[in-house]
């Protein structure tokens, strides 16, 4: 079943996994959540060195260092670790295939100490990803930003459509395809925040 979400949650409720038969999870509980799940895990995984990762595969940076641009054949996949570095932004548009990794591969990863925007913009094409999320954005220390406008399709379990996670600071996500999902805990989005506010905007349709 297709599903219209716009969801704002504030201080109080730090995270709505959205997505049909979703459960809201109090702020306590998602804290609970982040603390022994995989959301935190990925937080801390990368550890804090001052190391800029290199741009991956048919990416560029620009001149200042601070933003990379995907494009072209990107089926396998797009990764940035960018760890301590001055990456800030990750663009991924002008594609000329869909983006299906291998299973277990998100489709759209990029991690940091820092701020982190990603933007996704697939044009005609879309995300497909087999037991992993589609788009996957966090930061330990600092703001996360989601802007997604293709359509992602993800099968198995906990493959979310679009997640972000940060620990004390804002989190948006703001979606304008369709994200359909399939199997346990297989969010459509889920925005997780330890004391940092959510806000979340799907203007698409989003089925699990």
């Known amino acids: 079943m297709a599903h219209d979400r716009r969801t704002r ?3 109080t409720q730090r995270e709505l996994p959205v997505g049909a038969g979703a459960t809201a999870f109090s702020a306590k509980a998602w804290r609970n959540v982040l603390a022994t799940g995989v ?15 290199a741009p991956p595969p048919g990416c560029t940076s620009d001149l200042s260092g601070t933003i990379v641009t995907c494009s072209g054949d990107q089926s396998g996949g797009v990764s940035l670790p960018n760890g301590g570095g001055t990456y ?15 299973a277990g591969t998100t489709g759209i990863e990029f991690t940091s100490n820092g701020a982190v925007e990603l933007n996704a913009n697939p044009g005609p094409f879309a995300i497909f990803a087999t037991d992993a999320n589609g788009i996957f954005a966090s930061s330990n220390s600092s703001t996360v930003t989601i802007n997604s406008t293709g359509d992602i399709v993800t099968t198995g379990g906990s493959a979310t459509g679009i997640q972000g996670s940060v620990q004390d600071a804002l989190l948006t996500i703001t979606s304008s395809g369709d994200v359909a999902t399939s199997g346990n805990n297989a969010f459509g989005i889920a925005a997780g925040t330890v004391y940092g506010d959510a806000s979340v905007t799907s203007t698409g349709n989003i089925s699990t």
């Not at 995984?45 to 800029?52: F, H, I, M, Q």
């Not at 800030?88 to 291998?102: F, G, R």
């Open 39 to 53: 959301a935190s895990a990925a937080l801390f995984a990368y550890g804090g060195r001052p190391v800029r990762a």
């Open 88 to 102: 800030t932004t990750l663009n991924v548009n002008n594609l000329t295939t869909d983006i299906a990794p291998a």
């Open 9 to 11: 949650s504030a201080n």
